[in-house]
């Protein structure tokens, strides 16, 4: 296994315990390892062979993350789906932690809400519509009666 491949099953194994920005701190970490490693005269395959299986490595900072309480999720790398990205060719982990609802479910919970809101501004409105009515009709009648002034006191 080369220093590629080693990092892209450390990175998978990661992801299924830890957040985004943990992952990327060790793979950080890691990948500046190595290359000292290799720049201090040692073989890639003496470090990688040192540091051991990627899964079990990933396992132990998971755990490590578990016991000083900073862990995000479960170890899920051993029961992901791999799937086809169509676009690019790769291979690509599928991680599902959020929650789905039936498309079906999703249409009646806002269907209901839709109704929810209507029933509250219909009650809103007939509630207020009266007393809106009452203010326009003696606006209207100040206005008249103000005109009818007006027109009297433009004769004179």
Do not use: C, H
């Amino acid at each position: 296994m080369d220093k590629r491949a080693f990092m892209e099953k450390l990175q998978r194994a990661l992801a299924g315990g830890l957040n985004s920005a943990q992952v990327a701190d060790n793979m950080r970490y890691y990948q500046d390892y190595i290359e000292s490693e290799i720049r201090k005269g040692r073989s890639e395959a003496d470090v990688l062979a040192q540091l051991g299986d990627p899964r079990l490595l990933a396992k132990s900072i998971i755990e490590a993350n578990k016991r000083g309480g900073e862990s995000y999720g479960s170890n899920r790398e051993y029961d992901e789906e791999v799937a086809d990205n169509s676009v690019s060719g790769k291979k690509v982990r599928n991680f599902d932690y959020g929650f789905q609802l039936p498309g079906w479910l999703a249409m009646l919970i806002a269907t209901v809400l839709v109704l929810i809101v209507i029933g509250i501004v219909t009650s809103l409105l007939s509630i207020f519509l009266p007393v809106i009515i009452v203010a326009l009709i003696g606006i209207l009648i100040v206005k008249l009666i103000q005109n009818a002034f007006n027109g009297v006191n433009n004769k004179k």
